[in-house]
């Protein structure tokens, strides 16, 4: 830039100008102790007080913002009645600039901007400093590929309004900032607006970075402020389809028109930021970023892979494999292939086993089917085809591949129960099945022929089993035999000794009460629920002496 310029400032010799606007101009100078390169802003304007102390106050904001990711302010003074600012130098572009050149970004190498920005928020916002005008102009990328922050000139400070204890520097009903990247609040009242601001912002360069677009238009307007008051804008991926929609729905998430529905805090962002880079090499990303503000002309970035790629492409196959197996294991276990594909050659054999049901909860006798070929010679047994019986419907694996299974409902007052057995497709031919249920034993030959062969199970029907009871009695404090014991059984209503009843009316599945009396003692009462398996009693009674 051919501008003339003064061989020093304070301590500072100038080399050159940097930039020149109507409040100031920008230079470049070497630090005298240093011996490094800086900026020196230079405020032209003199007699503009609220200008002069707004420098001062992004000075004195500067002075406590010492972070990696924030330019550094190294010295503030005044030199014959003119305000001054000296920076470090950030050899490189804004993101504006690297936007410009480049069209637009790809994601990773967009989200690890973002990344550094966020970090410079965050630090700022632990300190109670709200940016307010964060842009990509205010975004610098060095040729290191160090992303920093600058221009804090209209950022507010919670601690006070001003360091020397003037008014505050932002009318209240003002609205400071640019207006692409201001959120609806700050329109009404800069002053106002906390760090949702500054996400708000930061998605919408997010968006610009990712798209090459912003997601709405730069100039300010009634209609444009309707718009952005509405939150309606051209969803990333119809712009860009390979925009991943983890993107999508961050920048939508930081770019909600009312406050209270972005991110509470920039925390957040960072997190939903790391999930995602967590799956690239960031060192090569920052290497692509700084070969892009290194290159004059617009950079090609090589296509950028995953590190973790190949895992992953390995989890989803490995993912897809299972699921697939689970689905083909479910279609197969549910009959729903050997009923469509192998419906010619396959039948579907079911078994009705009615036998009575257990008086107690979950005490069924267990009940087995065994399948065998019926070649009249060895009876081979058919590979895979053990089945327990259950009742119909009470089985979880059936609610998540059985289609179309009718529950067995079960009438309290029924002596007996229906059981059946999964799902078994047998080969169309001569069969024997052998069907198990505690000490009873069933053998049944038949023919599955028909695309459905049913067989009903009815041997043990209405079982019952003779019941025999013996009972011992013990005196309760000596632990003694007592021989001469009585055993009573209430039967038909009237207690009777047990040796007057037929032993053939005694029977199991049934309510038995049982007194166990001796002389000089107090009698002892049972009541027992016996299944119908159950065929063999013993009672101890510890009788205590009569008082």
């Not at 106050?57 to 305000?83: C, M, N, W």
């Not at 966020?118 to 964060?134: E, N």
């Not at 798209?211 to 718009?227: A, D, F, Q």
Request: aromatic content about 10%; glycine content about 6%.
């Amino acid at each position: 830039m051919s501008v003339e310029f003064p061989p020093m400032i304070g301590k500072y010799k100038i080399l050159g100008v940097i930039a020149k606007g109507g409040m100031g101009i920008v230079y470049k100078a070497i630090h005298p102790s240093l011996k490094r390169y800086v900026v020196i802003k230079k405020m032209t304007e003199r007699n503009r007080s609220g200008s002069g102390e707004r420098f001062k106050k992004e000075a004195q904001i500067l002075l406590d913002l010492q972070s990696p990711y924030i330019v550094h302010l190294f010295d503030y003074f005044t030199d014959q009645g003119y305000r001054y600012m000296v920076e470090e130098l950030v050899d490189g572009f804004a993101v504006d600039a690297i936007i410009e050149k480049q069209k637009k970004l790809p994601c990773p190498v967009a989200m690890l901007i973002l990344q550094d920005a966020c970090y410079a928020l965050k630090y700022a916002h632990s300190k109670g400093i709200v940016h307010r005008d964060i842009k990509p102009g205010n975004i610098l990328i060095s040729r290191r590929g160090e992303v920093k922050l600058a221009d804090f000139g209209i950022a507010s400070d919670a601690r006070s309004s001003t360091y020397d204890g003037s008014k505050n520097l932002t009318m209240s009903g003002v609205a400071l900032g640019t207006p692409a990247y201001m959120p609806p609040e700050q329109f009404e009242d800069s002053t106002r607006v906390d760090n949702r601001a500054d996400i708000y912002a930061l998605g919408i360069m997010l968006y610009e970075m990712v798209t090459g677009t912003k997601p709405y238009p730069g100039s300010l307007s009634i209609e444009n402020l309707k718009t952005i008051k509405k939150g309606k804008y051209t969803n990333p991926r119809k712009i860009d389809k390979t925009i991943p929609r983890t993107i999508c729905k961050l920048i939508d998430k930081m770019i909600k028109p009312k406050a209270k529905r972005r991110y509470q805090n920039i925390g957040c962002v960072i997190k939903v930021i790391k999930k995602y880079l967590k799956h690239y090499d960031t060192h090569e990303l920052r290497v692509q970023v700084a070969k892009t503000v290194i290159a004059s002309k617009k950079y090609e970035i090589p296509a950028i892979v995953q590190k973790d790629k190949k895992k992953i492409i390995v989890r989803r196959i490995v993912a897809g494999v299972v699921l697939a197996g689970l689905v083909l294991f479910g279609l197969w276990e549910s009959g729903a292939v050997h009923k469509t594909l192998l419906r010619k050659w396959y039948s579907e054999v079911s078994i009705n086993l009615e036998m009575p049901h257990s008086l107690s909860q979950n005490l069924d006798l267990p009940a087995r089917a065994f399948f065998y070929k019926n070649d009249n010679d060895k009876l081979p047994e058919v590979s895979r085809s053990h089945r327990n019986f259950y009742v119909r419907g009470s089985r979880f694996y059936e609610n998540i591949f059985s289609f179309g299974t009718k529950k067995e409902v079960f009438r309290p007052a029924a002596k007996n129960k229906t059981y059946n057995i999964r799902h078994l497709y047998l080969k169309k031919g001569e069969y024997r099945v052998k069907i198990v249920v505690g000490p009873y034993v069933w053998w049944k030959s038949f023919s599955a022929v028909q695309n459905k062969t049913e067989i009903k199970c009815d041997f043990l029907k209405n079982k019952t089993r003779k019941l025999n009871i013996k009972a011992l009695a013990y005196d309760y404090e000596t632990q003694k035999n007592i021989s001469e014991a009585r055993v009573s059984v209430l039967f038909n209503n009237n207690w009777v000794d047990i040796n007057a009843i037929d032993p053939e009316k005694i029977e199991t599945g049934a309510v038995w009460k049982i007194k166990v009396s001796a002389d000089g003692y107090n009698d002892e009462l049972f009541s027992l629920l016996i299944d119908w398996f159950q065929d063999d009693l013993t009672v101890s009674a510890l009788l205590k002496k009569n008082k």
